[in-house]
């Protein structure tokens, strides 16, 4: 038994609930999630004193992250990097009709995005494209009509014959594009056209049985940074199929093995002197280390039942934050950015 981590214990009572975020409330200190497929929102918890989750502990092994390690590495790329991002953060809480503005010179006229002004249009990324424009606008709040008037129609073609999506309509289905052709479409509230069983079959089956890990395209090896892209898309594929009441739907674990996949990112994707890496054999880098630790959070932090749970391979240390579902952020970032620019006039509607 343990108690929920701070970040989950969320719920807010103001009569108003914020777009895919995981709602909060610490008015009793102690409280319980309590799931409520509510319109546009993942959770939402009551306080009814229920402080207790469930932890789930590994057998004894001890199977550990080397967390000083991997977090100076971080540290150590990340800085220059985040100092940069966060004068841009500024600029822009000055400018969302700059960035409205900037996002609608993007658009192509079927709804979809470049990468820059006046640049090409690279197929080879143009739902990353999608996501990118979607996640920016609905975190800043400038969502309207006109900015992404035939864009969930547009992504929606990018669903293969497989399952899984393409990075434009007729590509091979690939987790990366999976995740963000459905992470779009749940930002622009069009999830329902998703063929959603056919992604959740494609998704499961892309867990290798003997490795634990993802591959990110049929017939490929297992990678580490696949343990988002395609772990990831299992609790966008749990609020989908909630929302529509599948009765079959497990209250306690996402459909992978939540266990085996830790076990690969912690046994097989950690570098010795810091970072994680792709697979055994192959450098480390800070791409795979953000998404290894993003899809290690996801295996360990279960949202999708009436309680949440946790479930730790290793010590208990191995324990890392939840990250937001949708945007892969802290779950923090991402309420105090709904909670900042809902407050804003969305533009052109004002
Ligand atoms: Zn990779």
Redesign the pocket.
């Known amino acids: 038994m343990d108690t929920l981590p701070y970040t989950w214990t969320h719920c807010h009572t103001h009569g108003q609930t914020l777009l895919y975020t995981w709602t909060h409330c610490q008015t009793h200190g102690c409280t319980a999630i309590h799931m409520d497929t509510l319109r546009n929102t993942w959770t939402h918890c009551h306080t009814h004193g229920h402080t207790k989750i469930i932890s789930h502990y590994f057998g004894g092994i001890q199977l550990n992250l080397y967390r000083k390690k991997k977090i100076s590495f971080l540290r150590k790329n990340m800085y220059d990097l985040c100092n940069s991002f966060f004068i841009h953060h500024y600029l822009f809480i000055q400018a969302a009709g700059q960035i409205y503005s900037f996002l609608m010179k993007l658009r192509t006229p079927e709804g979809a995005f470049k990468m820059h002004d006046g640049g090409e249009v690279d197929n080879q990324v143009r739902i990353v494209l999608s996501y990118c424009a979607a996640s920016v606008a609905r975190l800043t709040n400038i969502i309207t009509p006109a900015l992404f008037d035939g864009t969930p129609e547009w992504i929606v073609m990018c669903q293969s014959y497989e399952g899984g999506f393409g990075g434009c309509p007729g590509m091979e289905a690939h987790g990366g594009y999976s995740f963000c052709g459905l992470a779009a479409l749940i930002l622009l509230e069009h999830a329902k056209l998703c063929n959603i069983q056919a992604l959740q079959r494609w998704t499961v089956n892309k867990q290798m049985s003997y490795e634990g890990g993802f591959q ?1 395209r049929s017939n490929k090896l297992v ?4 343990s988002f892209w395609q772990g990831g898309a299992f609790p966008l594929i749990h609020m989908v199929l909630a929302m529509e009441l599948d009765k079959a739907l497990s209250a306690e674990r996402w459909m992978f093995n939540q266990e085996a996949l830790q076990e690969y990112i912690l046994i097989c994707c950690q570098a010795p002197d810091g970072g994680l890496l ?1 697979k055994p054999g192959k450098s480390r880098d800070f ?2 280390t953000c ?1 290894c630790l993003s899809g290690l959070s996801v295996a360990q932090h279960f949202a999708g039942g009436k309680i949440g749970g946790t479930f730790v391979v290793g010590h208990q240390k191995n324990l890392l934050k939840p990250i937001h579902p949708v945007f892969n952020i802290g779950v923090d970032a991402s309420v105090h950015a709904t909670l900042y620019f809902s407050a804003l006039p969305v533009p052109g509607t004002s």
Do not use: A, E, Q, S
């Not at 990678?223 to 696949?226: A, I, Q």
């Open positions: 990110g990678d580490g940074c696949y792709d791409y795979h998404y």
